[in-house]
């Protein structure tokens, strides 16, 4: 009986030193990115754990107003850790589902300016923004156009509205109307020229061949990143832009 018992406790001691090497191995030799212990960096590209950290910035529905406050700050610093201006914002609340909390506006730094300037968003999204603008949109633009992105022209972020517009008070309300949702309607570059969704998205607009190609490059990235990507794959809601949030739940529109 000692005889087997010490056998169990060397075998448990055993188990223990591998699953300490192995995570040692991992922790020296895995991706940053993919490592979910490992700090959320805005500079790293898109891994298997940068979707679970961006997430632990949002805030629990039930959250109190000191950690409201709490959970902003230390998502401001993850933004200006990474060179991005940014400030809080009012919250919200209509006193109905319109409720906005945490809400921050992203003015300068490091990162691609959207227009219109001075958006209200919940401090995740604005983290998700800053994020696919460095590891998607960027790097896809020189792919597709040898040049940079000037600015992300956006048709929005907080509107008091249920999906769709619905006016049917068993309707789900938006993520726009929690300011947690981003609609791009497309892209200037640098030298003045535009990519958008309405025209370019058949591959057939100004931006000729490589339009199509890019703005599916920019849903692909998203999809990686945001909760909910809707495109013009999914209704005719979405033919004129690209619907990104942080939801609680996922979906990537992509064709059938």
Request: aromatic fraction near 4%; hydrophobic fraction near 40%; include cysteine.
């Given at each position: 009986m000692k005889r087997d018992l010490a056998d169990f406790w060397n075998l448990m001691w055993e188990a223990g030193l591998a699953v300490c090497a192995l995570f040692a191995l991992?922790?020296?030799?895995?991706?940053?990115?993919?490592l979910p212990w490992k700090p959320l960096d805005l500079d790293r590209p898109i891994g298997q754990a940068t979707q679970g950290k961006v997430a632990d910035?949002?805030?629990?529905?039930?959250?109190?107003p000191e950690q409201i406050t709490a959970q902003t700050e230390a998502c401001m610093q993850v933004l200006r850790d990474a060179g991005v201006t940014v400030e809080r914002a009012a919250d919200r609340d209509d006193g109905?589902?319109?409720?906005?909390?945490?809400?921050?506006?992203?003015?300068?730094?490091?990162?691609?300016?959207?227009?219109?300037?001075?958006l209200v968003m919940q401090c995740p999204l604005a983290v998700r923004y800053?994020?696919?603008?460095?590891?998607?949109?960027?790097?896809?633009?020189?792919?597709s156009f040898g040049q940079d992105v000037a600015r992300?022209?956006?048709?929005?972020?907080?509107?008091?509205?249920?999906?769709y517009g619905q006016t049917d008070a068993s309707a789900?309300?938006?993520?726009?109307?929690?300011?947690?949702?981003?609609?791009?309607?497309?892209?200037?570059?640098a030298d003045g020229s535009k990519v958008t969704v309405l025209d370019d998205w058949?591959?057939?607009?100004?931006?000729?061949?490589?339009?199509?190609?890019f703005l599916a490059r920019l849903r692909d990235g998203a999809c990686r990143l945001f909760?909910?990507?809707l495109t013009p794959d999914y209704n005719a809601a979405h033919a004129d832009h690209l619907h990104l949030d942080g939801a609680s739940y996922s979906l990537c529109a992509r064709p059938r």
């Open positions: 991992l922790n020296a030799f895995a991706p940053h990115q993919d910035l949002d805030l629990p529905p039930t959250a109190a109905g589902f319109c409720v906005v909390r945490g809400a921050v506006s992203i003015t300068g730094g490091a990162v691609t300016p959207l227009s219109p300037g001075g800053v994020i696919w603008d460095r590891q998607v949109l960027q790097p896809a633009a020189q792919a992300v022209d956006s048709m929005g972020t907080y509107s008091c509205r249920r999906i789900r309300p938006s993520e726009h109307a929690k300011a947690n949702a981003l609609d791009v309607a497309g892209v200037t570059l058949s591959g057939q607009g100004p931006a000729g061949g490589e339009g199509a190609p909760s909910t990507v």
